[in-house]
């Protein structure tokens, strides 16, 4: 269980993904195209070269990150050989070597409370899963808490192909890639097809073909203007 003997398997986008050190990083695409499983392996495999480091792991919402994130941050340290321990008053996995992971919500009850949930926390990673549900303003929080020392920084998001006027995709990753600092990504079913089950692929692409729009946004990833999605035409 060597921390790197899924990057083998991985091809194209994830595998860019998984070695890309730029500060801010949005992996996007397709439902089933293995998002969340790719970037919680690129936590594991910072916790691990970086002693020390402390990463926070969410989603917005709580009960979201419990029932979805954590399942599958669990079993990636599992596969990997690690066993982190959970300290469920802080909600954060320790691993052997210092470095933390945090796992919680950030939805706060009331405007009050906007940011209470990050204000404490010294980071150097940060990875949102589900981020088209974040608000703008606490995905702007969010940066400004890359702060812990001596360590590198990075923030992750892996939404689902945004509306084309969600500030994702209109103000802080467009797909051409010109922000400084700024890298977007974007992956289809095919990218993770050796994951999924037999015949996945080929029904949706029998289904594809009486919808081609569909196919396009959520097997492909491609953003448009289709249902307010954003893709590239062909």
């Known amino acids: 269980g060597g921390m790197f003997e899924t990057l083998d398997d991985e091809q194209g986008a ?3 993904f ?7 990083i949005d992996l996007e695409g397709a439902f089933r195209s293995g998002k969340t499983t790719a970037a919680c392996w690129k936590v594991l495999n910072s ?3 970086h002693p ?5 792991i969410c989603r917005y919402g709580d009960g979201d990150t419990k029932s979805k994130l954590k399942p599958v941050f669990e079993g990636i340290c599992i596969e990997a050989g690690q066993w982190p321990a959970w300290h469920p008053h802080e909600q954060y996995y320790a691993f052997d070597n210092g470095s933390w992971v945090y796992c919680l919500g950030l939805k706060a009850q009331d405007q009050m409370t906007r940011y209470a949930k990050l204000r404490g926390l010294t980071l150097a990673g940060i990875y949102v899963d589900q981020a ?38 209109r103000t802080e990753f467009p797909d051409d890639n010109h922000r400084a600092g700024h890298k977007y990504f974007q992956v289809s079913i095919y990218d993770n097809e050796h994951n999924l089950p037999d015949n996945y692929v080929r029904r949706q692409e029998k289904r594809g073909r009486k919808d081609p ?6 097997c492909l990833g491609k953003w448009g203007a289709f249902g307010g999605k954003r893709f590239k035409t062909w």
Request: with cysteine; glycine share 4%; hydrophobic share 35%.
């Open 52 to 56: 020390g480091i402390h990463w926070l």
């Open 14 to 16: 994830v595998s860019d």
């Open 132 to 169: 088209e549900e974040l608000p703008y303003d606490v995905y702007l929080e969010l940066k400004g808490r890359l702060s812990q020392s001596a360590q590198p920084h990075q923030l992750m998001l892996t939404p689902n192909p945004p509306d084309e006027n969600h500030w994702i995709a």
């Open 47 to 49: 916790c691990l070269e």
């Open 18 to 24: 998984l070695l890309d050190t730029t500060r801010y």
């Open 213 to 218: 729009m569909w196919f396009k946004c959520y």
